[in-house]
């Protein structure tokens, strides 16, 4: 099983709303990752956890809230969000120490 | 500041022949590089990754080459078929963290 799966697969929400996104990978990867990408433009880090401690937190807007409850799972809060924050959020999972990250499908998300 | 740069942003080669995507990045310190293949709206798909200690690595149809001293590498698809048709983003790893190029959108046609 090298699937990393994500929920929702697409979410549009208010800018006074609460939602979550969620990663699940059953790989045994004890390094997983949040990352955002705007239309033609490359995927950007956000956060990195690393045996469920965030390890990397590129200094992003507070209204990201990160969360790894285990190994398999990671969980990206959301509140209060913008416009500009619509985007394409990506999971991903690797081996510690290892190079190649397997993304999900990503959430498409619309912030109106 | 771009660490990972693709400067042609696009690609069109004809079905069977090579498709050569490359990639330039300004730290030294990374040691390890990937290649990507990207849908819209999907996730990115690991393709072929190589280590700094090296200078080639295939596999099938995919080869990548690494220049450490121009700090550029490539990516070799021979040949070329339509399903290739996608974005490549090449990607630098250093310290827990993949950077990503640009991308390159290659667009194979019969």
């Known amino acids: 099983d090298t699937e990393v799966t994500q929920t929702p697969k697409h979410l549009v929400m208010g800018m006074t709303n609460k939602k979550s996104l969620k990663c699940e990978q059953h790989?045994?990867?004890?390094?997983m990752y949040w990352y955002k990408q705007k239309a033609k433009k490359p995927p950007e880090l956000m956060f990195v956890?690393?045996?469920?401690?965030?390890?990397i937190n590129e200094s992003v807007p507070s209204r990201f809230s990160p969360e790894c409850p285990n190994s398999s799972l990671l969980n990206l809060h959301l509140h209060a969000l913008q416009p500009e924050d619509s985007a394409l959020y990506l999971c991903?999972?690797?081996?510690?120490?290892?190079?190649?990250?397997?993304f999900g499908q990503g959430t498409r998300l619309t912030v109106v | 500041d771009q660490q990972v740069k693709q400067n042609s942003p696009s690609l069109s080669v004809q079905e069977g022949r090579i498709s050569i995507l490359n990639c330039d990045y300004t730290?030294?310190?990374?040691?390890?590089f990937l290649w990507y293949k990207k849908y819209p709206a999907e996730g990115p798909t690991f393709l072929i990754s190589?280590?700094?200690?090296?200078d080639k690595n295939e596999d099938g149809r995919f080869t990548v080459f690494l220049n450490k001293s121009a700090k550029h590498l490539s990516l070799h698809i021979v040949p070329s078929q339509p399903g290739d048709s996608a974005v490549y983003f090449c990607?630098?790893?250093?310290?827990?963290?993949?950077?990503f190029g640009t991308g390159t959108r290659l667009q194979v046609f019969p």
């Open positions: 991903a999972s690797s081996q510690t120490g290892g190079h190649e990250a397997f």
């Open positions: 790989m045994g990867h004890r390094a």
């Open positions: 956890y690393s045996y469920e401690k965030l390890s």
């Open positions: 730290n030294s310190m990374f040691d390890y």
């Open positions: 190589i280590s700094s200690i090296k």
């Open positions: 990607a630098a790893s250093g310290t827990d963290k993949l950077i």
